[in-house]
């Protein structure tokens, strides 16, 4: 059982040592551009992803880099993409928010709020036709909650049984906006009913709880059930995007938000069952060292070249 929980701590932490230094490469230059992190999210992907078959298909946002770390796409290439590099996933096109990883069932980010929904339905249908026996996860936030698209995607996958999980990582905030100045009641799990599927709300910074809930839902889905909403309940410890001054923060939030977010609660945990600190603690070592050696050596390599630029457009 320990094994379980220091394998999933060095999961978390991997993606928090990759955000932490995307924070920082994005602050000292060599990454340009909007960067969302999913610093104190990160028991979602974590605990979402280890049950998803390789054929599966993941649909991120502009959040994305835990999602496609999850899924196991390395983080030398992810690094390269996010600073321009050829040797980034898409040869530095996409930048942070609009990477792409097919060949790991990452099929994307979207920085159109709510636009993965119908694609993920897409990708479900096609499933069926192919015979490949897929599903599909769409990935979004509480905001995308009240998108049209994700309306109409639900829906769908109701009406059809597709097989298609939809994950929404409540983080309480929509941009700079508060749940409570968007919705009426902020329990979003509840609205599957209108659709008539499953609806879970889900401890979001317990990456065992999440794991369990998706099995589940990928259960049902894979025996004709049709899709299940987890409204993964979770906070951010970051801004928004990079350079979101946070203004809109109560007096106290970060401290209350430190005191549970999943990386802090996993390693009590452990510690409170007995396991060495020096094990525990270790864990965070060895992500840091393995970000950091994947972020030089992304650096190390050359820029894409201008004259490719035309490359990969379709029009
Ligand atoms: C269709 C659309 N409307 C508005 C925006 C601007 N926008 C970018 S992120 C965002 C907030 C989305 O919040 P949420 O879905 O909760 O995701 P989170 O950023 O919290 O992960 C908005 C409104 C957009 N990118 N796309
Ligand atoms: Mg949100």
New binding site residues.
């Given amino acids: 059982m320990s094994e379980r929980r220091l394998a999933d701590l060095l999961a978390m932490w991997r993606i928090r040592a990759f955000e932490e230094k995307v924070r920082d490469l994005r602050a000292e230059g060599p990454i340009v551009g909007s960067v ?1 992190l999913c610093i104190g999210q990160e028991a979602v992907p974590i605990g979402a992803c280890d049950v998803l078959e390789p054929h599966d298909a993941l649909f991120a ?3 994305g880099h835990g999602w496609a770390l999850a899924r196991g796409v390395p983080p030398q290439p992810l690094f390269a993409e996010l600073t321009g590099r050829a040797s980034g996933v898409n040869g530095g096109r996409g930048g942070s928010a609009y990477f792409t990883a097919a060949e790991h069932g990452f099929h994307g980010e979207n ?5 993965g929904a119908p694609i993920a339905c897409g990708a479900a249908l096609a499933g069926r036709f192919d015979g490949s026996g897929r599903a599909a996860v769409s990935v ?5 909650m009240n ?1 049209g698209a994700v309306h109409e995607a639900m829906n769908f996958a109701a009406a059809l049984s597709l097989p298609v999980v939809f994950v929404c ?1 409540n ?1 309480r ?3 700079l906006t508060p749940i409570a100045d968007m919705v009426r009641t902020p329990r979003l799990a509840g609205r599957a009913a209108a659709y008539g599927m499953p609806g879970h709300r889900v401890d979001g910074n317990d990456a065992e709880a999440v794991r369990f809930h998706m099995r589940d839902a990928l259960e049902v889905a894979r025996e004709g059930g049709g899709p299940t909403l987890l409204e993964c309940v979770t906070e ?1 410890l970051a801004g ?1 995007y990079i350079g979101d001054a946070e203004t809109y923060r109560q007096p106290g939030e970060l401290e209350r938000i430190r005191r549970r977010e999943p990386i802090a609660r996993l390693r009590e945990g452990l510690l409170a069952d007995g396991v060495p600190a020096a094990d525990v603690d270790a864990v965070e070592r060895r992500a840091r060292a393995e970000m950091d050696s994947a972020a030089a050596a992304a650096l190390d390599a050359p820029f894409a070249d201008p004259a490719t630029a035309r490359e990969h457009l379709y029009a």
């Fill in positions: 969302h946002t502009y959040r920085s159109i709020v709510g636009a979004f936030g509480d905001g995308a998108q990582e983080n905030y929509s941009e951010r928004h």
